[in-house]
């Protein structure tokens, strides 16, 4: 699969540009921390504090949500992705609200237009990890553009969750083993661990989180015809047996200062 021909297209897609009303990005703009799925922003400003004057590499930006509420809380933020398109989609959002982003497209495993020493966080959101078929790679580089001390942040699928058909209000179907991380990209917790131990970053806290709402459960296009009536207690897993694993994962690790651990 051509990557960036497929993300260049599906930024223009009905559902993309979903992401982009109005609506939608007031509540962002009135809100930055709800660009946030509960419980990953509040793990970064454990170990960080205040993102204001931090500077901050988002590598496969995606919709860019991130990178609006960093910058609307004070960062100095660059983001970055293998999609044109998708940075352009972006940047016509932050120049209209004159947010000052800078956007560069490049391969997140590579990181290759980024010098070393360069951020105080890279964070990385969801639906990274599932097209990254070199994670000690990627983790490699977000060490090398990482200041010493600084940190390295990720939100994405559990891995938990990929060895089940996860389809709601059914029993628990196994569709493959959790050990079968190819050809799909289904990387495992200790692969994530490891990747980051091995970049000389030290581990500092994981969150294991369950679904908040209907987004993990249904597509775009299943959402625009179900009724709330219709997903009540799809969180409760008396009710709903897949709401019982968690659905998303975070996690923040640190790099090495030249003395050794910060």
Known sequence: MDV??????????????????????????????SAFYPGVLELMQKYIGEFKGKKILLPSSGDNYAAFAFALMGAKVTSSDLSERQLEN?????????????????????????????????????????????????YRNIGRVLKKGGYSA???????????????????????????????????????LNAHAQAGMRFLEMAEIPS??????????ERKSITEAETEHINDWKYNPMAAIPVWITMIA?????TGFR
Request: aromatic content about 16%; glycine content about 4%; proline content about 4%.
């Open 4 to 33: 960036k021909r497929y993300w260049n297209a599906v930024s223009d897609s009905e559902w993309y540009q979903s992401l982009r009303t109005e609506e939608k990005l007031g509540r962002l703009r009135q809100n930055p921390q």
């Open 154 to 192: 990720m939100y994405d699928v559990h891995p938990f969750t990929r060895p089940f058909t996860m389809e709601a209000w059914k029993a628990p179907e196994i569709r493959k083993s959790y050990g079968d991380v190819f050809p799909d990209l289904h990387w495992r917790v200790q692969d994530i």
């Open 254 to 258: 640190q790099k090495q200062d030249s």
């Open 90 to 138: 972006a940047r016509s959002v932050s120049d209209s609200w004159k947010l000052e982003i800078e956007y560069v497209c490049d391969n997140t495993i590579s990181l290759s237009r980024f010098g070393d020493g360069t951020f105080d966080l890279v964070y990385t959101s969801n639906g990274t990890l599932s097209w990254i078929h070199d994670l000690g790679e990627m």
């Open 212 to 221: 908040a709402d209907t987004s993990f459960w249904f597509t775009f296009e």
